[in-house]
């Protein structure tokens, strides 16, 4: 199937994945994302808001959490899920702990810090950084996001770009999402390489289409032990 590109690197005992735009249509929203998604996982699944902020929740059962943007959980048989297109998603896991986490990193909560946020949410439910592994899903690269100059000032000047061609500067929002993984302690990182604008056939852009777009899903969870 072409619906989800799952993720493995995480660990066998582990569901995760990014689904495609074959995966639910638009006009479905994110309500008809999730059921689709528990319905093929044949697990619980808690949501989390796009609301381009900090904060994240510890959950233990599935359920909507609005005015987030990050859910951590120690309970195993729970999917974590988070819709995006265009934005960056992060799925996390400490294997050893048993505690995943997974978050919505777009340009304002990426500079908010929602991913040290979400590593931190995890040690508090005993992860360690240094154990944990992450997956990075397709967002928009760094030749398709362009952003003023009063966006740019607010990344690492490691992650701007300027091109004589471009009129505006650039931002690889894929390599701050890394960097950030990095600085908070966790080594063992997965990137995507895909572009959800570039790739509009096989992903969901805000920008692409003109914020029509539907979402994609990001989801993690530690399967049930026999």
Known sequence: MNDID???????????????????????????????LAERTGLPVASVGQVHGADVATVRGPGHTPEHDGL???????????????????????PEARVAGACHSGWRGTVAGVVGRTVEAMADLGAEPGRTRAAVGPCIS????EVGEEVAAQFDPSVVARRPEWPRPHVD????????????????????????????????SYRAEGGTSGRML?????????
């Open 6 to 36: 799952p993720i493995r690197s995480l660990g066998p005992d582990v569901a995760a994945g990014f689904t495609t735009r074959a995966f639910s249509p638009a006009e479905a929203g994110s309500d008809g994302a999730r059921a689709r």
């Open 72 to 94: 951590v959980t120690d309970v195993a048989g729970l999917v974590l899920s988070v819709v995006a297109a265009d934005c960056g998603v992060v799925l996390l896991v400490d």
């Open 142 to 145: 760094l030749d398709a996001f």
């Open 173 to 204: 929002l894929r390599a701050e999402l890394v960097r950030q993984l990095g600085a908070a302690g966790v080594a063992e990182v997965e990137a995507s390489g895909a572009c959800t604008v570039g790739d509009n056939d096989r992903f969901f």
């Open 218 to 226: 990001g989801f993690v969870g530690l399967r049930l032990m026999p």
